[in-house]
């Protein structure tokens, strides 16, 4: 049944998370905005590595670290995402276990508080790996999952970029609105929110949840529900999650292309990281890779100017970072509002 036995003994913990790539300028970003990002990082990672200290597995923990990336207006995910031409919210996630290579995931839903849980229940209790539209809601729905008015995920941010979007005539990442343009007062992109992580026996797992763009059309799905291009595992190799031009990640194989680098060409993670990054600019494309092994290393890489993304590991300390300075510890304030 499972392609990779679980381990005995005891791994080391790690959790890593990202909260979407992109052209994020510093200039745009207020001290109190950057503290806000901070702290939601630093609670993702609190709430999962909670999972994993408690003996949990690591798919439990990246759905606790994401869960609390969906529910946060911060990140282009869940609560905050973005809007389609159509002006609703179209929501995407997956992930996958990477003992049993089990996968499940969700596109183009607009009722689903946490894809997330969606994109796990899709892999636990469906023959399937992909549900998308009211077919996902449905079974979302009938397997008890909280469901939403569509008007939940409005936030008046994403429907101004929208608007700006729309007038002029532009489909934008969320976190790269363009040459030098941001969109409508943002201060800085934020997008896609991700995780890997490594639990106490040795299993990877890694999930990814997005928005997806602003102002896209025709049912349009990016990378991030799609198995080996935004989200891959593999005790063997790597858990990875992606963040970037969605089209040319689907294009390289993205989270795929970097864990087959580590399995077969025995490629160092962050060489991994940086060869597929470099596949994806050669097609036009940016972004970023965070990728986990099961050892416990990690490597968080990026070719846009900033990252949102963090760490924790056996000493339970958040560290979370944005440009590319070296990321810091962060105290988790619960009271902070997200
Ligand atoms: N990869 C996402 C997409 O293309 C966007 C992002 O990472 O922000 O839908």
Redesign the pocket.
């Known amino acids: 049944m499972s392609t990779n036995s679980v381990k005995a003994g005891v791994s080391p913990l790690r959790l890593v998370i990202h909260g979407?790539?992109?052209a994020i300028k510093r200039s745009k970003l207020t001290t109190e905005r950057a503290q806000a990002y901070q702290q939601a990082l630093a609670q993702s990672l609190t709430a999962g590595y909670a999972v994993l200290a408690s003996g949990g597995s690591s798919i439990d923990a990246v759905i606790a670290a994401i869960v609390v990336m969906e529910d946060s207006p911060l990140f282009?995910a869940g609560k905050g995402s973005v809007f389609s031409h159509a002006g609703r919210n179209e929501l995407?996630s997956s992930i996958m276990d990477g003992t049993t290579l089990m996968a499940g995931a969700v596109a183009a839903v607009t009722t689903i508080r946490n894809p997330i849980r969606a994109a796990y229940t899709v892999m636990t209790k469906s023959a399937h790996v992909m549900l998308m539209g009211q077919g996902a809601e449905a079974f979302a729905a009938e397997q008890g999952l909280e469901i939403v008015d569509p008007s939940y995920f409005y936030t008046q941010k994403r429907w101004d970029q929208l608007q700006q979007a729309i007038s002029e005539e532009r489909v934008l990442?969320?976190?790269?609105a363009g040459p030098g343009t941001p969109v409508a007062g943002e201060d800085g992109?934020?997008?896609?929110v991700g995780a890997v992580a490594l639990d106490r026996y040795g299993n990877l797992a890694a999930g990814?949840s997005?928005?997806?763009?602003t102002n896209?059309r025709f049912g349009?799905?990016?990378?991030?529900p799609i198995i080996g291009a935004?989200t891959y595992a593999d005790n063997r190799s790597v858990a990875v999650s992606?963040?970037?031009?969605?089209?040319m990640?689907i294009r390289a194989a993205a989270a795929f292309n970097t864990a087959a680098q580590v399995r077969l060409l025995h490629k160092p993670i962050a060489e991994a990281a940086d060869n597929t990054l470099a596949e994806i600019a050669a097609i036009g494309g940016d972004?970023?890779l965070i990728v986990l092994d099961a050892k416990g290393d990690y490597a968080m890489r990026f070719n846009t100017s900033g990252m949102y993304r963090g760490v924790i590991g056996n000493d339970g300390i958040a560290r979370v970072g944005i440009f590319l300075e070296a990321e810091t510890p962060v105290t988790c304030s619960p009271a902070s509002a997200l």
């Not at 997005?210 to 763009?213: A, E, N, P, R, W």
């Open positions: 979407g790539a992109g282009n995407e990442r969320d976190h790269d992109k934020h997008g896609t990814t997005t928005g997806g763009l896209k349009r799905v990016g990378d991030s935004g992606a963040t970037g031009t969605g089209e990640f972004g970023g």
